[in-house]
């Protein structure tokens, strides 16, 4: 750790920029006080990180679990008839959760992250890119209605993240555009190879140039052009914790008289299953981000963000897991070691007590700018995802007479990548326009299918010869053969001609399912009816109960 201290505090700064305005944007647009994301936002970045045995994960306010707490809070607006929960027993659902979230991690639950396909974690990943962006590009104009937390399609206001953007030609804001075009195209520029390769200016992180350029223009213009100048509901907008009393009047603590409540209990255990599995998502996800190849032990996971979420419930914090738009800067920022999340969380408790009138000086469009570049690094597919896609739109031009590269690699690529690309873009474009959950959820159903697929055409090997007028069938099966691969077996055997001989050699196999065993003993057996010399090797007949 001593080793990386450098990269390492420095990227925690650049994930302090980022998620300061995602803790205060994400619990307005969960309709609770600011102060509540920022405690989130504090624990999951130094208690949830110390637990963790991640080294680049970054826990904190979750916008995929929106959703969830504004049911609970506030059921009308979602058409339910369930009695709304206040926001201290609310606080009680979220220690249910953490404590869920420990005993799943205990029982070792956690494995069900290494069984997410690869390429719905890329579909998650760039789904959450292009929203990013999306969702930037109306506050880098400075258009700021919708709250900078808030990745859900239809927005709370009526509007959608398409119909949001079209807003912003009614609603620009000079200063504000000044500042956000300046600062992206600083940001860009900052991530040149020249930035790179001058030792003065890559000592100092670009996100935090963006924002002290931002300060400093929205300055200047203060002084030349106070009617562009950005001001009020433009800037970055913090809690008065100024006094004791101020401080007091904004924290809520759990109310444990609320544990005899059904109704607490059931969001409790509601928000540990949705924030589990995206915790698990997100550590997959930063794994697949990390240069250096770790990987994240699932079940330690599970019990680090159950132990914050249990901390945010008893302080007044609002429910964290594991963050991909923080992971993710966090990973382009150079961090090394989790020590760049505590500096994030010991940055944001610095900010709600110290500095609150310094950061209410910073532009949402400088910050906005920063989340752009962000988001448009995670969006970037892979090489192999590009190339199947472009194989799919040759093969597609060449049909109808536009012959584009060759044909024959162009179908290679395509059947084989196919695989990838289907889920890929399934989980993207049902996570775009649902959540993060329902994305992964279609992904998931869709690398299914062609993993049954794939199992139904490749259960075992097959040689066919005609030796002196006699038809011969040598099979041999996989190494491991599931009830999936049973229809195949039936076609199979349907397809074979009377007279004819057939060896099964099961002597590579590892794993036969049972309901397959008794397909080749029913096959067997019922084979003399039509003069077929049946040979097992290596497999052990099972008993056949009678039919009647």
Known sequence: MFKTISSDLKAGL??????????????????????????????????????????????????????????????????????????????????????????????KAGIIGHYIPVAVIKGMLSGIGIILVEKQIPHLFGHDKDP?????????????????????????SVGATIIGLSCLALLIFWNTGFVKKNRILSMFPGPLVVVVVGVLINLGLNMYAPDVAVQGKHLVDMPDLSTWDKLRSNMVFADFSALGNAHVWSVGIALGLIASIESLLGVEAVDK????????????????????????????????????????????????????????????????????????????????????????????????????????????????????????????????????????????????????????????????????????KDPFRLLADTIDGQKFYFIRLQQNVTFINKGKFIEFFHSVEPGSKVVIDGGRCSFIDRDVLETITEFKQSSQMKNIEVTLEGITEVEILSKH
């Open 289 to 456: 981000l990390d240069p250096e190849f770790n990987t994240t032990p699932t079940n330690r996971e599970l019990i680090a963000q159950g132990a914050g979420n249990i901390l945010c419930g008893f302080i007044g914090g609002i429910p964290i897991t594991s963050v991909i738009v923080r992971s993710s800067a966090n990973v382009s920022a150079g961090a090394k070691s989790k020590l760049s999340s505590i500096t994030h969380g010991l940055l944001l408790l610095t900010a709600i007590f110290l500095i609150p009138s310094v950061l209410e000086m910073i532009p949402l469009s400088a910050l906005a700018a920063i989340l752009i570049l962000t988001g448009w690094k995670l969006f970037l597919p892979t090489k192999g995802t590009v190339k199947t896609f472009l194989a799919s739109v040759r093969l597609g031009l060449t049909k109808i007479g536009l012959k584009i590269g060759d044909t024959v690699k162009d179908k290679e690529v395509f059947r084989e990548g196919l695989a990838q690309l289907l889920p890929f873009l399934v989980t993207l474009i049902v996570m775009y326009f649902t959540d993060l959950l329902k994305g992964v959820a279609a992904g998931l159903f869709v690398g299914i299918i062609f993993i049954l697929r794939q199992n139904f």
């Open 14 to 107: 650049v994930v302090f920029l980022v998620a300061l305005p995602l803790c205060l944007g994400i619990s307005v647009a969960q309709g609770v006080n600011p102060l509540a994301g920022l405690i989130a936002g504090v624990i999951g970045g130094i208690v949830v990180a110390m637990i963790s045995g991640s080294n680049l994960s970054v826990s904190g306010p979750a916008a995929g679990l929106t959703a969830t707490v504004l049911a609970a809070l506030f059921p009308e607006k979602f058409g339910l008839s369930i009695p709304a929960l206040s926001f201290d027993a609310f606080l009680v659902s979220v220690m249910i959760a953490g404590c869920f979230q420990v005993v799943l991690g205990v029982i």
């Open 148 to 172: 900078e937390g808030d990745f859900q399609f239809q927005q709370s206001d009526g509007e959608n993240t398409f119909t949001e953007m079209f807003r912003v030609v009614d609603d620009i």
